[in-house]
Structure formats: structure tokens, C-alpha cells
């Protein structure tokens, strides 16, 4: 299968804890279309004062990794469509930039990803992704809910996300346990109960890519071809446009 659409990588090179020369990213994402994936978004980690991400900041690096996707693409390496977006952690900051539209949202302005801090959840979360969507048209996207610990021992406030209409981005290696076993057992519980939308790669570097590919056929496995197609296929084209 393919025809996948990753909405979470980190590419850029030099911009976060990412890719971090073009070079790599080119090969980032190039190993992802050879595992499936036609089109890719990078989104940089926009986590102040630490890394302060803009359109601008993002805007040479990205230059230079096109120039490294032409050229290794010159040497018959596949490569994704590409296009940029950002993985806001949900502060103060960020939910200023969303609610003024400086946010980094997905193509097609419809979406954002944001990331939620691992611990303690942000005050009123519910109510911020209640009113994101409703007054700014603004869907937000939850990347690895699985991994922050505050979600992952409470269903009920879970509950409380998907009811103010959060869409939750499972992270692939979280299956295969990447990232503990709290995170692991908490996405294949929530797998079970059809909770995620979409799912992506988080992939930070090119040695990410065949744990990715591992992890999708963990997916299969669980899912079934359905499974696969729904959360890396139908689920994103449902956000974005591209
Ligand atoms: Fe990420």
C-alpha cells in the first residue's frame, strides 16, 4: 500500500532537534516515499524561548533542503510531495499566534498540529480547542497524545478532547515502543477504541525511517490494510489540503 500522508516530521534541518543538515533531511524524506508516503509535511517544533520557529526562520532552511531533495532526487531517489506547517507546543505563545493567525497551520489553513506539554495538561485545554474551532475555523490536531502522561492515565479527559473536537495524531513508533511502554499501551488501548484519526511518522532522522516502516506494519497488523488506509490516508486528506 501507499499513497500515505505524513503530517509530522522534523526535516528542517537546523530549526529544532531534527535533521540537522539538509543532507539528512533530503534522505528523511526520501526514505519515507520509499516506504509509502506521496506527500510529507515538516513541522518544525515551535517551543519558545528554546525554538522560536516563524515562517521566516523556517524559510532558509527550507530552501536548502530543497536544493538537497533536487539533488539526490537527480540520482533517481524518490521524494514526496513537501510542504511545511509546525508543531506548536500549546502555550501561551502559541495560542496567541493561533488565535491571531501567525500559527504555522497545515496547507489550507484549516488545521494546526500542537503538541501538549508531557506532565501537566494546559489549563482550560478543552475549551481553547472548543474555541479554536469554533471562532477561528481552526481544527486542532493532537501529535502523540499517547506520550504525554497526563492523557495517557485519564480516558476521561481523553473524552472531554475528542468531545471539543481535538483530532488525536497517533505517533507509528509509539506502537512498536519507542517511546515506553506507558506511551505503547495507551496507543494500542485508544487504537482499539478507534480513537485516532491520523496517524504520522515524528520522524527526526533518517535512522527513524525503518522503525517507521516497522511500525506501520505493526499497524497492519492491528488494523488491517483499513486501518492503515484510514489513519494515513483518509484521515490526513481530511485536514489538509493537498
Ligand atoms: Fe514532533
Request: aromatic share 4%.
Amino acid at each position: 500500500m501507499s499513497g500515505y500522508i505524513d503530517l509530522h516530521c522534523h526535516p528542517l534541518p537546523g530549526v529544532d532537534d531534527g535533521c540537522r543538515t539538509a543532507e539528512e533531511g533530503a534522505r528523511v524524506l526520501s526514505g519515507l516515499a520509499s516506504i509509502g508516503f506521496r506527500v510529507v509535511v515538516a513541522t518544525p517544533h515551535v517551543r519558545c524561548p528554546t525554538w522560536d520557529n516563524t515562517p521566516e526562520t523556517i524559510a532558509p532552511a527550507r530552501a536548502a533542503l530543497e536544493a538537497a531533495m533536487a539533488s539526490i532526487r537527480g540520482e533517481g531517489a524518490p521524494m514526496p510531495e513537501f510542504h511545511t506547517a509546525a508543531e506548536h507546543l500549546f502555550d501561551d505563545v502559541s495560542w496567541e499566534r493561533l488565535i491571531s493567525t501567525a500559527a504555522m497551520t497545515f496547507p489550507g489553513g484549516r488545521s494546526a498540529l500542537v503538541e501538549l506539554p508531557y506532565d501537566n495538561l494546559p489549563m482550560k485545554l478543552e475549551l481553547k480547542v472548543w474555541r479554536l474551532a469554533k471562532s477561528h475555523k481552526i481544527t486542532t490536531v493532537i501529535a502523540h497524545p499517547e506520550r504525554c502522561a497526563a492523557l495517557a492515565r485519564s480516558d476521561e479527559k481523553l473524552a472531554d478532547l475528542l468531545a471539543a473536537g481535538a483530532k488525536l495524531q497517533l505517533d507509528l513508533m509509539s506502537l512498536t515502543g519507542a517511546y515506553g511502554s506507558s506511551a505503547r499501551e495507551a496507543s494500542r488501548r485508544w487504537l482499539a477504541a478507534g480513537h485516532y484519526h491520523l496517524a504520522a511518522s515524528d520522524a527526526h532522522k533518517p535512522s527513524d525511517v525503518p522503525k517507521v516502516a516497522e511500525a506501520i506494519e505493526a499497524l497492519r497488523g492491528l488494523s488491517g490494510d483499513s486501518g492503515v488506509k484510514k489513519l494515513l490516508c483518509d484521515g490526513p486528506t481530511s485536514l489538509v489540503a493537498v
